[in-house]
C-alpha cells in the first residue's frame, strides 16, 4: 500500500492536534453534517491489502483514515508528541510496544471484544515486551536479512553479515534507513550481542559500518524493494516480506539469512491511550484476526501472520515459503530487539554521524 498523503493525511493530523492545518473547508463542515464512524490508521508503508480496508468499511459503515510512518522511532515521536491522541491504532514493533507501553502512552486492550482472538498462535504470545499481551495484539511477524539479485552476484558468495563489507559491493549495496536494524548487523559481525548497552561495543559497531559505507548506495525503510526491483543496487539488508514481493516482480531474487542471525520482530495492534475510536479499533481489530484476513495479508504482502486458523487455508507453497516462514535454525540464531531505556540515545548519535559521514 503506498502512503496515503495529500488531503486525508493532513485531515488526521488536523484531527490529533490540530498542528497543521489543512483540508479546511472540509474540516468547517464538520459541525453541520451528520457524523460519520471513522477510524484513523497510523501504520507501515504498504503493510495492510487495501481490499481489506475496503472490506472494512463496506462491512462496518467505519470510513479509514490512513497515515504511514518509515521507521518506529517516526512513529513514536509522533505519538509522543500528540499525547497519544489523533490515531485509534498504531502498529509498534516488539521493543517499541515495550517502550509505550512503559510511558503510559499505550491503554489495554478489551479482549472481550475480539472474538477471534482464540485464532492467534499462542507461541507468539505472552512475551517479555508485554506479559499477557495486556496492550497488544501481534498482527505479522517476520525477519530482516539479506536479498541478492542474482543477474548480477553470486548469491552462494554471501552467506553472513561480514560478507556485505565485500569490496566487490562498492556502491551496490542498500541498508535499512533503521539505527537498530543497520547497528544489528554490525554488532552481530563483532560477536557481540545486538541488544548491548555497552558504549565501547557501539563505538566498535559504529567504526565497522564506517568502513561499510562505500559500498552503500542507498538507505531505504520506504519501499526498500523498489532499489532492487529497478537495478538501482544489486544486494540490500530488507524485509522478508518486501523480498518476497520483490521477488514476485523480479523472479531472481535470493533471500539469505545470514549467518550470524537476522532481525526477527513482531509487528503488533495498538491502542494509544488517549484514542478517540477505541470500539471501532477494536472491531477493526477483531476483522484483521479472521483467518481469512491473515491469509490475505500473508498473500499479499509476504510476511506471516500468527494466526492458526489461516494456516490450513494456505497453499502448500506458500506455507513451505521460507522467506514467509523462516526455518527453526534460523529462528533460533535470530535475535528480537529489546527496549534499551537511555542507551537507545547512543545509538542514535552514533547513526546520525554514520549518515552524517563522521
Not at 205 to 220: D, S
Not at 325 to 340: E, K, N, S, T, W
Request: hydrophobic content about 40%.
Amino acid at each position: 500500500m503506498k502512503k496515503w498523503w495529500s488531503c486525508t493525511v493532513v485531515a488526521v493530523t488536523f484531527i490529533a492536534g490540530g498542528i497543521l492545518n489543512g483540508c479546511t473547508d472540509k474540516a468547517e463542515q464538520i459541525g453541520t453534517e451528520k457524523k460519520v464512524e471513522k477510524l484513523v490508521i497510523y501504520n507501515w508503508t504498504e503493510y495492510i491489502p487495501e481490499d481489506l480496508l475496503r472490506q472494512f468499511t463496506a462491512e462496518t459503515g467505519i470510513e479509514v483514515e490512513y497515515a504511514t510512518y518509515e521507521s518506529n522511532e517516526a512513529m513514536y515521536a509522533r505519538v509522543k508528541l500528540l499525547d497519544a491522541r489523533g490515531y485509534d491504532i498504531v502498529v509498534p514493533s516488539t521493543f517499541y510496544v515495550e517502550k509505550m507501553r512503559k510511558e503510559e502512552l499505550l491503554q489495554p486492550i478489551n479482549k472481550s471484544l475480539l472474538s477471534n482472538y482464540g485464532n492467534l498462535d499462542q507461541n507468539m504470545m505472552n512475551k517479555a515486551y508485554d506479559p499477557d499481551n495486556r496492550y497488544s495484539v501481534p498482527y505479522l511477524w517476520g525477519s530482516t536479512a539479506i536479498a541478492v539479485n542474482t543477474d548480477d552476484l553470486d548469491a552462494s558468495k554471501i552467506s553472513k553479515w561480514a560478507d556485505l563489507w565485500n569490496p566487490a559491493y562498492q556502491g551496490k549495496l542498500m541498508l535499512m534507513d533503521d539505527v537498530r536494524d543497520t547497528f544489528h548487523a554490525a554488532l552481530r559481525v563483532k560477536g557481540y550481542d545486538s541488544n548491548t548497552t555497552n558504549e565501547k561495543e557501539i563505538r566498535e559497531a559504529y567504526e565497522l559500518l564506517r568502513e561499510l559505507m562505500p559500498n552503500v548506495k542507498t538507505f531505504n525503510s520506504d519501499s526498500p524493494k523498489t532499489p532492487l526491483i529497478q537495478g538501482n543496487v544489486s544486494v540490500g539488508v530488507i524485509w522478508n516480506g518486501e523480498a518476497y514481493m520483490a521477488q514476485q516482480e523480479m523472479g531472481n531474487l535470493a533471500f539469505i539469512y545470514p549467518e550470524e542471525g537476522a532481525v526477527l520482530w513482531v509487528d503488533s495492534f495498538v491502542i494509544p491511550k488517549n484514542a478517540a475510536n477505541v470500539e471501532n479499533a477494536h472491531k477493526f481489530i477483531d476483522f484483521m484476526l479472521r483467518p481469512e484476513s491473515a491469509k490475505a495479508c500473508i498473500e499479499q504482502l509476504g510476511y506471516a501472520a500468527p494466526n492458526t486458523a489461516a494456516l490450513p487455508l494456505l497453499s502448500e507453497a506458500l506455507r513451505n515459503n521460507p522467506i514467509i516462514f523462516p526455518p527453526a535454525d534460523v529462528i533460533a540464531r535470530g535475535g528480537f530487539h529489546q527496549d534499551l531505556g537511555d542507551a537507545v540515545l547512543v545509538y542514535e548519535r552514533y547513526w546520525e554521524m554514520l549518515k552524517a559521514g563522521q
